[in-house]
């Protein structure tokens, strides 16, 4: 071919070639941003990921127009590889949940240094492969532009509404009538919540480990410590937002109990937004949430960690130890922070941390394990409580963390603190018999309900409101009672398996369908 044609071949498909990837991008970011929720995908971070994503489609342009000169089907190859990377996340996503063999699936598919190259080596097979169906021609690209750009702006408009509609029970509560006193002199409020942490009694049975030594550190600072408390909900994203709400799901309708539970939808999970926060702060308290996690607001990461994650991006990870970073530096930074503000006796102070919860990245010491031990597939986080050593090594260094951090926040509080230390469930090494199952196995129930619950009351406060209830979805109705007379209803302790099936209901030891409101 001539190369005064074969220029312009090049200028002419450059155009259509460019849209196409810019569109495909923008749709990538649009459609994860539908699914995220509204407290979390920002319109400025959306605009970041955005720019970012036309960056990176960019990039491959100048790639495919560099290699295209060499070869005209290693720059096919190359376009083909911009859209695995691009839902290089979406892709392991669909076969973990498409491969039913767990040897495949925990070996294979999601490590990464096996899933690239594999994946890689599918992208030169189907580039070959689909050529012998589809010709190439620049109008193809243009089709798939409009098609992308639709997809995107479609997408968006999912988004914009959510970000109209977001949900939030914090002004129907304090709606109500409810009303705190003022104690006579002001304290801090500690919540201090780590995933996953087991009672003493299911630690002992199942890991075979006393954590007695702790309790007893714990009652030694002036800690009431709840033997038989338990958690009203098998799974964070549902024994977290009621608890901030002071709800519970025998008082709601089905269609509540969705909205409540499901934090991918209509409703905030951020503290400060809570109707436990909204009700405080009118009685002077001012709030400070904390993760250790990715996120200052608890369990959904940031829009832009998100993408990272849904990308080719990720395969990145295990080298760079991001995760392993984020969770152990995570967690002492967290507790630092936490102590920090024992100077203010006006603060309401949430502090969410993701350990003792698989992954485990570090030891007792708080020594990096090489490697870590992750979970097969990062979307699903159940797999590894069977690495019973691993739990508990990361679980002892948590107790350290916390002995440490409420010593410091003792020591130099001004006012006598009130420190809540809990889990939201326990753990699941029992996973694998009973998972979401209604009902669950015996073993995982057991194993699962019990938590971690230990409170330090202050002296102001009328401890006998304390008593009456440990299980986690009261833990604010007993402090709001108990230390600002609000008169707040206490539930009972059923257990709601699943709150996604409200039909998963356990009452005074018998499963039964949840009653229509």
Not at 15 to 42: H, N, R
Not at 193 to 221: K, P
Not at 350 to 365: E, I, V
Request: charged share 20%; proline share 6%.
């Amino acid at each position: 071919m001539p190369p005064v044609l074969t220029a312009s071949l090049l200028r002419g498909s450059i155009k259509p070639i460019a849209a196409s990837l810019i569109a495909i991008g923008m749709f990538s970011v649009a459609f994860l941003a539908s699914q995220a929720p509204p407290s979390q995908s920002s319109p400025q971070e959306v605009a970041w990921v955005m720019f970012f994503a036309t960056c990176v489609a960019c990039s491959f342009l100048i790639l495919w127009m560099v290699i295209r000169r060499i070869s005209k089907d290693l720059s096919g190859i190359v376009i083909t590889g911009y859209i695995a990377f691009v839902f290089y996340g979406y892709i392991q996503k669909f076969i973990n949940d498409f491969v039913s063999f767990e040897f495949i699936r925990s070996r294979f598919f999601f490590q990464d240094r096996i899933f690239l190259p594999v994946t890689l080596i599918a992208i030169v097979l189907i580039y070959y492969l689909s050529k012998r169906f589809v010709k190439w021609n620049p109008a193809i690209a243009s089709y798939v532009a409009i098609i992308a750009l639709i997809l995107a702006l479609w997408n968006l408009a999912f988004w914009g509404n959510g970000q109209l509609r977001s949900y939030t029970f914090a002004e129907e509560r304090a709606s109500a009538g409810i009303t705190l006193e003022a104690p006579e002199s002001q304290f801090a409020i500690y919540w201090m919540l780590f995933d996953g942490y087991g009672r003493d009694d299911v630690l002992a049975r199942e890991f075979n480990f006393d954590n007695s030594s702790f309790l007893s550190g714990l009652e030694n600072r002036g800690f009431t410590v709840y033997r038989e408390a338990i958690t009203n909900c098998s799974q964070t994203g549902c024994v977290l937002p009621a608890m901030m709400e002071l709800e519970n799901f025998g008082t709601l309708d089905k269609n509540s109990i969705r909205a409540l539970a499901d934090h991918r939808k209509n409703n905030h999970w951020r503290f400060e937004e809570s109707a436990v926060v909204t009700l405080l702060s009118q009685i002077g308290y001012k709030d400070m949430e904390l993760s250790s996690e990715r996120s200052p607001v608890i369990i959904s990461e940031p829009f832009p960690m998100a993408y990272y994650e849904k990308t080719g991006l990720s395969s990145l990870q295990p080298s760079l130890h991001l995760w392993r970073n984020f969770s152990r530096f995570g967690l002492i930074n967290n507790m630092r922070e936490t102590a920090s503000q024992a100077v203010n006796d006006d603060v309401v102070v949430f502090s969410y941390n993701l350990p003792p919860h698989p992954p485990y990245y570090f030891d007792a010491q708080g020594k990096f394990l090489d490697p870590p031990i992750l979970e097969p597939d990062q979307q699903a986080r159940m797999k590894n409580w069977d690495q019973k050593d691993a739990y508990i090594g990361q679980l002892k260094f948590v107790n350290s963390q916390i002995l440490t951090t409420v010593d410091e926040i003792i020591e130099n509080a001004n006012a006598d603190p009130l420190i809540i230390i809990m889990s939201d469930h326990g753990p699941a090494t029992n996973w694998n018999e009973g998972k979401l199952k209604d009902p669950p196995s015996e073993a995982l129930f057991h194993e699962r309900i019990p938590i971690l619950k230990a409170v330090r009351i202050p002296k102001l406060c009328n401890a006998a409101e304390f008593d009456k209830s440990s299980n986690s979805w009261n833990t604010f109705a007993v402090v709001l009672n108990g230390c600002f007379n609000a008169g707040l209803p206490i539930y009972p302790d059923d257990v709601w398996w699943n709150p996604g099936n409200p039909n998963q209901h356990y009452e005074n030891g018998i499963w039964k369908p949840q009653l229509d409101h």
